[in-house]
């Protein structure tokens, strides 16, 4: 359980988040997946063995390590990132039938029927969302529309626009100049 434990720490990575840093952080500030296999439910602890989050609240819990928030699924069938305070933050982008990937340290993110971007490490909107579609960060840059129809093919899909173009990470227009 040690060696466990002390690989989940030394995998966290060291980011800032308002004033604190996560070096900073005590073992006891982080909240643990528990998971109950007879059920098939989980739930949140901390280090003592505390149930938090009590297992079954959310009928999926995505995260393993919650410092400052954790993708959930809501029984309503929501994908959902939540604060320590179970606060619904924002819609997570589903991709693959589970959490959006992240992708050079963002996730896409869904509020209101738009799409932007959260940093992985930290949970904190990056890029506010605004947009209808948005392709994962490549390079530095993610392909993104104001405009644009989504083309279902089984249970996959495309998106189509004829006004794409592309944002840097802090969700300003690269121009075609700059692309080249």
């Not at 308002?18 to 528990?34: Q, W």
């Not at 819990?61 to 809501?74: E, G, L, P, Q």
């Not at 929501?78 to 305070?85: G, H, K, V, Y």
């Not at 990056?126 to 579609?133: E, G, L, M, N, S």
């Amino acid at each position: 359980m040690i060696y466990l434990l002390i690989f989940c720490f030394s995998i966290i990575p060291s980011h800032t988040y308002g004033k604190a840093s996560i070096d900073s952080l005590t073992e006891n500030d982080f909240l643990f997946l528990k998971y109950d296999s007879i059920r098939n439910e989980s739930g949140y602890e901390n280090l003592k063995g505390e149930l938090i989050i009590h297992i079954g609240r959310y009928p999926i819990c995505f995260t393993d390590t919650f410092k400052y928030y954790a993708i959930v699924m809501t029984a309503d069938g929501r994908m959902t990132a939540i604060d320590r305070n179970e606060k619904i933050l924002y819609d997570v982008f589903t991709f693959d039938n589970g959490p959006d990937y992240p992708s050079e340290g963002l996730f896409r993110i869904i509020v209101d029927g738009k799409i932007g971007f959260a940093d992985y490490s930290t949970g904190e909107v990056i890029v506010k969302p605004q947009f209808d579609c948005a392709s994962q960060f490549v390079e530095g840059k993610a392909k993104v529309s104001h405009k644009c129809s989504k083309i279902l093919d089984g249970e996959h899909f495309t998106w189509k626009s004829d006004s794409w173009f592309y944002i840097d990470k802090s969700g300003k227009k690269i121009q075609s100049s700059e692309l080249e």
